[in-house]
Structure formats: C-alpha cells, structure tokens
C-alpha cells in the first residue's frame, strides 16, 4: 500500500503563491509518475500537473504559472503555483502511480489539501 500526505494548502491573496508538497511512503517499489489535479466545487476532478520520467505536463491555465517538481530519493513531489488566481481555488489532490512489492501498477490518491485565493 503507498500512502500520499499533501502540505502547503491555505489562503492566499490573488497574485500571491503557494507551494504544496506530497510525500509518498508505504511498500513502494517504484513510483512510475507524480501529479496534481484538483476539484472545484459543482466542477469535474482536472488534471494541473504531471510528471513523469523528468517530463512534465500542465493544464493550458496553469502554464507559465505553476511548476511541477520531484525529488526522487523523497518519493516527494512539489508544486510551486505562482500569480494565483481566483478560479485556481480548489481542493488539489496529490496523485502517484506507483508499484508496490506485492502488487502491480496502481493509481494512489492524497486527501486532498484546500487552496483558496481571494481576498
């Protein structure tokens, strides 16, 4: 079993940033890719930012503003949201796909930290 912990979540002020963390632990074997996405009220769980492999991939609203990163020997992942804005308030969830020692792939899921932007 993995599990993720996010940190970092909060209040902020458009324009202001914020720096969330997810730390995965458990029987991990490899962890194949790391992301965000997040869930606005009344709205559909997206996609923010992904990476996998020193690749990296980001919803067209968040390019140029947020930054994905990972540290491998963690089993950490970062995300560095910057210029904040308003429609950014979410829940965001912290995701892996990882193996562990006695089972295949699998999707993993944090519980979710709040950010809200307002002010």
């Known amino acids: 079993q993995v599990q993720l912990v996010e940190s970092g979540g909060g209040l902020v002020q458009p324009g202001g940033s914020l720096r969330l963390s997810c730390a995965a632990s458990g029987s991990i074997f490899s962890i194949n890719a790391m992301g965000w996405y997040r869930q606005a009220p009344g709205k559909q769980r997206e996609l923010v930012a992904r990476i996998s492999g020193g690749r990296t991939n980001y919803a067209d609203s968040v390019k140029g503003r947020f930054t994905i990163s990972r540290d491998i020997a963690k089993n950490t992942v970062y995300l560095q949201m910057n210029s904040l804005k308003p429609e950014d308030t979410a829940v965001y969830y912290c995701?892996?796909?990882?193996?562990?020692?006695?089972?295949?792939?699998?999707?993993?899921w944090g519980q979710g930290t709040q950010v809200t932007v307002s002010s």
């Open positions: 995701n892996a796909a990882a193996r562990t020692w006695d089972k295949g792939l699998d999707d993993y």
